[in-house]
């Protein structure tokens, strides 16, 4: 006795799960199931802003059930899923079972240290709202100490960033640290001289930006310079610890380590009868299902896809938001006896920031550098905050900070609430 | 051998030290150094506000740097301060060592639960940012466990909301409380049916508002119950744990308790050779310096200042704003050689805000109640969140606000930050 409308189950409210259920919420002859453990979708693209108080949080979340709130056929659970039950369809966690006639896994992925997972106290990643919050407090932290030490040891170490991995995310970070600390933070200290401020971006790999065009490397990396961020290529980081962190034999005394180096796709994918590649990423058919299971799909940066190179297609907002559309689409299709189309994406180029006037676009028929690309970054960004209420809210809040070089959110907030932790854990900062 | 400058040392950003620091910043014959252990100026009177999503944390705190960049003269220390040695004019803190000429004492008061400390965990109170954040959490947490949850008597304890304390800010919250449940979340909840939603608010005495007119009590009273909020005056809790509360003999069971009961000053008051009343508020002279040391002022919520017919001012904003420009005024008059003149509170009037539209004011010659009311309200505080580059975006924020029905901070924000949270302690919710 099947029930009386399909029910589909999406696990993850980002960019790909949203998609999809915008595209199945118009559906009534199904019922649709959506659960997050966050109750907001995140802008992910904008987080590195966050983290450097150029905005707030709530200025890129939204809650999901908000944006959703127009289908009628759609309920949204708050929660945590930790088990998959490909044979009987159903999906468990701290919300009870819920069974499935399709399955949607979006959940992601998270920064990794690769076997050095004691770094992470020393060397916060970017991928939440929480670590971006973190982020902002060690840095603005720092240069309070350097304002405050007379060790001018002491204060040089403060006054150094080191930002490991130079891929987008590291060359956002590093940019917004050179800039804030040559113009923002200059006219508010006294002590503090901001041509002592050091920042660092490390790179493993031959050059950053290593998915864009060489020449476009070469002018990101001029446009870096400018800033005062000192780039270091074929620079491999052996060690992390309170002090600093070592790169081969070279030590740099450093208070403030940021983490761009790597990521890791959720761990719920290991639940699913299907090949993972070696940072856990789901192998998927032409279609986006798991081979034996046309029923489950995994979208988004779980998901292992290939382009016609025969390259996986990177962990992006546009590749996860066109597969969440693919698939919801591919349902609306299959009810209707229709056979399933695979999956293509439409790559629309990469671009990064630098700063608060120059970036990289690499497009398809389309290069820009500096100003321009900046714009360009801009307005893209803005117009993909759709949905979002805040569009005119950030757009006013960038402008603000165009003009003043002032940065809106530059608010150290501590982790604990009480006014009375001696027994709260948590309350101590455990890395500074 | 005397100093080539005088040095003033004030100790707190909030509404007092900023406005001291603000007239003293303007004679170069003095060396001004002001010290809090936060890096902002928090404006305390729409703190509810971020605690019922509304604002973000941003829009209502700017660095002390950036507000008074513009004084050469002064140094800004984020740093906590812990001894005091009026003998040697001196304090100390994790900073190291200050000498002081004159020094400002302005660090305010915290919640407090005299006596029922073990209370804090299930009912914070509402002093700083971290406790806005962690209300909000709470609130909207409840939502969504009531939406998940199948047991009707569960759900039923996930929509009580209790509030203790019915002074401006008890009612300010539970008006929020109530107004959000019956609008902005009751389109996007599938579950929760609103008019399940049950706010009450606690308070011991005989009627809430205690400082206003009787009826202008009453007319408080009824806007509440208009918005859903119950108020049980002569109410005295007994008890407050993971389950609920009790007033009496009478149990109400309640996910979420908010303490709105009681205020205590800062600690460091104890450092000085100075009475105290009983909730720790430094008596200090007509001039608002302390009983044989005119060098030492105290300012704010740590004051003990009674008015005219001998009752203590209120910890406002208004009382704290003016006694830092009294003392700063008295200090740059004592340098010219002039007489001290003792501080006058010019009493413009309180309010109280009851949800989107409606609120009391009752000012010398001015009682407001209603809509026009909420319209001075509103006013008054965009004009006094002046030197914050903001006020435009907290203008736009609540006109967005006013016409939806929205709120643009609805997330639930963890305490850790991060991916391997094994060994971080604070990562659980230790109350829910």
Request: charged share 25%; proline share 4%.
């Amino acid at each position: 006795m099947a029930q009386a409308r399909k029910r589909v189950v999406i696990v993850g409210g980002g960019f790909a799960g949203l998609n999809a259920a915008k595209v199945l919420g118009n559906l009534p002859e199904l019922e649709l199931v959506l659960v997050d453990r966050r109750n907001y979708h995140l802008f992910q693209p904008l987080l590195y802003q966050v983290a450097m108080a150029g905005l707030s949080p709530a200025d890129i979340a939204r809650p999901i059930r908000t944006l959703l709130s127009g289908h009628r056929n759609l309920r949204v659970i708050q929660g945590q899923v930790d088990g998959i039950d490909v044979c009987a369809r159903k999906v468990s966690g701290d919300f009870g079972q819920l069974d499935y006639d399709y399955l949607l896994l979006a959940t992601g992925a998270q920064h990794a240290y690769f076997g050095n997972e004691a770094w992470e106290p020393h060397a916060p990643g970017l991928k939440t709202l929480e670590q971006a919050t973190e982020i902002r407090r060690r840095v603005l932290t720092a240069f309070e100490k350097a304002e405050r030490t007379d060790d001018p040891e002491e204060r040089k170490r403060q006054l150094t960033f080191a930002i490991v991995g130079g891929g987008p995310t590291g060359v956002e970070l590093a940019g917004a640290i050179g800039e804030m600390s040559r113009f923002t933070l200059a006219r508010d200290f006294r002590n503090v001289d901001p041509k002592l401020t050091r920042v660092i971006l490390i790179e493993a790999g031959e050059r950053i930006l290593p998915s864009f065009d060489a020449a476009m490397t070469a002018r990101a990396t001029r446009d870096l310079e400018t800033l005062g961020v000192q780039v270091w290529t074929r620079s491999r980081v052996t060690s992390i610890d309170d002090e600093g962190l070592s790169v081969g034999e070279e030590r740099l005394a450093t208070a403030t380590v940021l983490w761009a180096a790597g990521v890791r796709a959720s761990g719920l994918g290991e639940q699913l009868p299907a090949e993972r590649d070696r940072v856990g990423r789901v192998k998927v058919e032409g279609d986006l299902s798991i081979a034996g299971h046309p029923e489950v799909f995994v979208l988004g940066d779980l998901a292992l896809v290939l382009d016609h190179d025969g390259k996986p297609l990177p962990g992006v907002a546009p590749v996860a938001l066109q597969q969440g559309r693919h698939v919801g689409r591919l349902i609306e299709s299959e009810l209707k006896g229709k056979a399933r189309a695979p999956f293509r994406y439409l790559d629309k180029g990469q671009m990064a920031t630098i700063g608060r006037s120059r970036a990289i676009v690499d497009a398809p028929g389309l290069r820009l550098r500096g100003w321009l690309a900046w714009a360009a970054w801009l307005l893209i960004h803005i117009y993909y905050l759709s949905g979002f209420r805040n569009r005119l809210l950030v757009l006013i809040q960038w402008a603000f900070s165009y003009v003043t070089f002032g940065r809106g959110a530059r608010l150290i907030v501590e982790k604990g609430w009480r006014s009375y932790p001696d027994d709260e854990p948590g309350s101590k900062d455990e890395a500074a």
